[in-house]
């Protein structure tokens, strides 16, 4: 069987060196790009980095704890859990999620042809000095999947997933407690400032009024 996790990684177009590091908070992604990303994936066989990309839409997790996720947070007894829970590195406390039918499917496709065991993680490096991918080899991957899809990969970051599924909870909901549950934030006020809800809602209100 041909092993996935070996293929080359696609060149990256590179931005002029005259252009500027974009600053300030990382958009989510929009669910249509969402689609286009994993159906890349789907089509090329990328079968690593579709069980990432799911993984990562549905964890809300920041990348230092997606990329050191192990099998065993994830499964158990050959399948893969409907709900899980992570202890953030972070904050020290645990974050909830659920994995959804795709992310399950993705990431058992994923644990069969790598062979890998409850302890191993799920996600391991090529670089033998890291027993995990880094959160930087997870950032250039995120670049390549967005300018796949021709989005400008220097306007995201490992950050737009995570904030992905949560704007969209709360587009949907308005459910802000819900969402800093999900998240794992400690204060509201920093679900709050994290998905930019203030100038979004002052945003929306101000296009429904006419003078």
């Not at 090529?126 to 997870?138: G, K, N």
């Not at 400008?152 to 819900?178: E, V």
Request: hydrophobic share 40%.
């Amino acid at each position: 069987m041909a092993d996935f996790y070996l293929l080359p990684d696609e060149p990256l177009a590179q931005a002029p060196h005259h252009q500027p590091k974009l600053l300030g908070q990382k958009p989510p992604l929009k669910p249509k790009e969402v689609w286009a990303i994993r159906i890349r994936l789907q089509i090329r066989g990328r079968l690593r980095d579709l069980a990432l990309f799911n993984l990562a839409i549905d964890s809300k997790l920041r990348s230092c704890d997606l990329v050191a996720v192990r099998v065993s947070d994830v499964a158990s007894g050959g399948s893969v859990k409907e709900r899980t829970t992570i202890v953030q590195q972070k904050t020290g406390r645990p974050v909830q999620f659920e994995l959804t039918d795709q992310t399950r499917e993705a990431v058992l496709a994923w644990i069969s042809l790598r062979g890998l065991h409850q302890g191993d993680y799920l996600f391991p490096s090529r670089i033998r000095t890291c027993p995990h991918l880094t959160t930087r080899q997870y950032a250039r991957i995120l670049k390549r999947w967005v300018a796949s899809i021709g989005l400008d990969p220097q306007k995201y970051g490992t950050h737009s997933l995570r904030r992905t599924k949560a704007a969209q909870i709360y587009r949907k909901t308005g459910n802000l407690r819900a969402v800093q549950l999900l998240q794992g934030h400690t204060k509201l006020e920093s679900t709050v400032r994290y998905l930019g809800i203030e100038v979004e809602d002052a945003l929306a209100i101000s296009e429904q009024v006419e003078l």
